[in-house]
């Protein structure tokens, strides 16, 4: 499926409005059922133990301790995951023309970045604090208006497999600093925020979103969740803010597996270059010494 370019300029328009959209068709009908299927058989491998890159209930950002009951999935690409779908999914050519659009790029600039599977819980309901990804709760409303007029270079999505309530924001705040209702909220995981919206998704769709829009996750465990989670980057190179999104789920040492033959032969071809792109950003950046430690292979 393509999107007419009239369609694409409401897309973004949103996207800047509010920070976050909501968009329809970009599962490829011949892949639902195969993500379908490899989403169920990752989960299980996770919560068996058998798949140690997970995130654990009770703890809200990277690293992760080891644990029993998870909320979701790392390193869906990985080749010892056995899952190509995924890979075949993450370079479709709906999501990335989306994507494009939203970066302002094109999809020949992009580059392979974050793609991780969101599950709900098997032992208890689970609740994040609510946040901004790239600004700390605490910083002062001065360095909170800095840090939010720092450009961005990539995009973040959610993607239902089924139907998904668990993602909720406060529209247009990823343009302006919190109020003070809203920093006390900030500190107190599950809180009612001011404003909130739930991005309610079906299956099929996805929310595109600033990840420095004021938002949380809530997890019930009684309600099945699969759903596809990851980002995109065109960044310029070296650009180190970029760079630190990315390490709080990379952290260091860089993965091996990114910059293995195996990862490199399992991707499609329109990934290819995206992958190479990432791993030049990796090598700009060491080069400057602005990283260290970010891999263990270059």
Known sequence: M??????LDEIKKQYILNGFVIVDGLIPSELMSELLESAD??????RKGEWKDVRVVGKQFPPFP???DIWGIQHLMHPDLESPVFASWYGSEPILDVSAKLLGCRREEMQLELFNLLVNPQEKDFALSWHRDDVKAEVSSEEEAEKLKIEHHGIQWNCALYDDDCLIAVPSSHSRVRTPEERAAN??????????????????QTTFYNNNILHVGKYNLKVKRRTLHGCYGSPPPGDLNRAQNI???????????????????????????????????????????RVVGFSQDL
């Open 66 to 68: 080891p644990g029993e």
């Open 187 to 204: 500190a107190i995981p599950g809180a009612e925020m001011p404003g909130q919206a739930i991005i309610s998704l079906k299956a099929g």
């Open 41 to 46: 058989r990752v989960t299980e491998k996770g």
């Open 247 to 289: 390490l709080q789920h990379f952290p260091p040492p860089f993965p091996t597996y990114i910059s293995s033959p195996a990862f490199r032969s399992s991707l499609p071809k329109v990934l290819k270059p995206m992958l190479d792109r990432l791993l030049a950003m990796e090598t700009q950046l060491k080069k400057e010494g």
């Open 2 to 7: 393509s999107l007419h370019y009239s369609q």
